[in-house]
C-alpha cells in the first residue's frame, strides 16, 4: 500500500517536471519564432521598425504569460 502511494506521488513529480518543461520549451519556440520574424520584416522594411517592435514585444509577453501559467499548473499537480 505504501509503495503504491510513493509510486503515485513520484509520477506526480515527474508528470510537474515534464509539463513545466515542455511550457518552458514551447515558449522558447514562440519566443524565437517571434524574433526571427521580427528581424526579417525590419530588413525588409526599416522605416517600421518602431511599430514592429513594440509588437513583438507585446506578443512575446502573452507568451510568456502563458507559459508561466502552465507552469503554475504543472506545479499545482504535484499537491
Same mark, same amino acid.
Given at each position: 500500500?505504501?509503495?503504491?502511494?510513493?509510486?503515485?506521488?513520484?509520477?506526480?513529480?515527474?508528470?510537474?517536471? =515534464?509539463?513545466? #518543461?515542455?511550457?518552458? +520549451? #514551447?515558449?522558447?519556440?514562440?519566443?524565437?519564432?517571434?524574433? #526571427?520574424?521580427? &528581424?526579417?520584416?525590419?530588413?525588409?522594411?526599416?522605416? =517600421?521598425?518602431?511599430?514592429?517592435?513594440?509588437? &513583438? +514585444? =507585446?506578443?512575446?509577453?502573452?507568451?510568456? #504569460?502563458?507559459?508561466?501559467?502552465?507552469?503554475? +499548473?504543472?506545479?499545482?499537480? +504535484?499537491?
Amino acid at each position: 500500500m505504501i509503495t503504491a502511494l510513493l509510486a503515485a506521488e513520484g509520477l506526480a513529480n515527474l508528470g510537474a517536471a =515534464v509539463g513545466a #518543461g515542455l511550457a518552458a +520549451i #514551447g515558449a522558447g519556440i514562440g519566443i524565437g519564432k517571434i524574433g #526571427g520574424s521580427a &528581424m526579417d520584416a525590419m530588413a525588409r522594411q526599416p522605416e =517600421v521598425m518602431n511599430k514592429l517592435f513594440t509588437n &513583438m +514585444i =507585446v506578443a512575446a509577453a502573452l507568451i510568456e #504569460g502563458v507559459a508561466l501559467f502552465a507552469a503554475v +499548473i504543472a506545479f499545482l499537480c +504535484i499537491g
